[in-house]
């Protein structure tokens, strides 16, 4: 799969994240490594960790601004990465 | 110091600029125009262009542009402002609007049919591919819809289910519609749920092997 890396990342204001994982459960790279029976949370894009959310994989990361759109609390976001 | 190089982003635009003592090269990204089917950045010659989170940037959740022009590898040729369906990209050298690379005669003139976008009013889109859009919807995971709300001409379609508890229903192409721009490939978060393959760019007229070199390149198959 084709990916952007250089130009965005995921940012997620820990003090603002409540730890539901809605973004880890919205994320349709996450959805597919679920649906093929792949259970490795290294390989996820974003997952809970210890009650907050952290970016675990940024390279697999689409862009596709689901887990934007699901955060309640306005934690994530997709920022401009620096070059 | 001199060339001098600079880059504004906008809500609306950015402007890429280069300054060097009697010549000031602005390329402008219309980004309401743009939908970041990314076909500058197989075009350009010097991999100066890439691609952002075309989804989110469709959908206005994020404030980073779908397509980013590196202002240091630019060399403000125009090949993608020329290729662009969508004419968002505009180069102006000492503020007059010029294509060097076509008036010099290295790319030929495109022949294309305009087609309104169905998705904004009043903004057309230009079809100069050939090829097909295959959907291999076994791989689409289902339910996301990103493809549908991202094409500009309305191609990519869900159908209804017929009884509310069906599954729910994979994608399908319209290729009459379809001007296989490939914003689908690039907002697809899906793996090989749709392909892109090009069989031919229509044009007319001179050109030398920079152009041959660049079709090559765009018939490439492209997989999401």
């Known amino acids: 799969m084709e990916t952007a890396k250089n130009v965005y990342r995921i940012h997620i204001k820990t003090r603002l994240c409540n730890g539901c994982g809605d973004c880890v459960t919205a994320c349709p790279i996450n959805a597919r490594l679920r649906m093929e029976g792949n259970t490795d949370e290294k390989q996820y894009t974003v997952h809970v960790i210890n009650g907050k959310c952290e970016v675990v994989n940024q390279d697999a990361c689409d862009g596709c601004g689901v887990c934007v759109e699901a955060c309640s609390t306005k934690a994530l976001k997709l920022e401009q990465a620096e070059r | ?224």
Not at chain 2, 143 to 170: S, V, Y
Request: with cysteine.
């Open chain 2, 1 to 224: 110091m001199y060339p001098h190089y600079e880059q504004q982003i906008k809500k609306d635009k950015i402007v890429t600029e280069m300054k060097m003592i009697d010549v000031d090269a602005k390329l402008t990204l219309d980004r309401e125009k743009c939908t970041g089917c990314a076909v500058c950045v197989d075009v350009c010659p010097k991999e100066a262009i890439e691609r952002g989170p075309v989804g989110a940037a469709d959908k206005k959740l994020s404030d980073v542009p779908a397509v980013l022009v590196d202002e240091k590898k630019c060399s403000f040729c125009g090949v993608c402002v020329h290729l662009c369906p969508f004419d968002a990209l505009e180069l102006r050298i000492n503020d007059q609007p010029k294509l060097l690379v076509v008036e010099g005669g290295a790319l030929p003139q495109l022949k294309y049919e305009e087609v309104k976008r169905t998705r904004d009013e009043g903004k057309t889109a230009k079809k100069f591919f050939e090829g097909e859009l295959k959907a291999h919807p076994e791989k689409c995971p289902g339910g996301c819809a990103t493809c549908t709300l991202i094409c500009p001409t309305g191609a990519l379609t869900i159908p209804k289910r017929e009884h509310p508890w069906d599954k729910p229903p994979k994608i399908e192409v319209d290729q009459d519609k379809c001007i296989l721009c490939g914003v689908c490939i690039a907002g697809c978060p899906g793996e090989g749920a749709l392909e892109l393959v090009r069989t031919n760019v229509l044009s007319e007229g001179e050109h030398t092997e920079i152009w041959d070199k660049i079709v090559e390149k765009l018939k490439t198959p492209k997989t999401s």
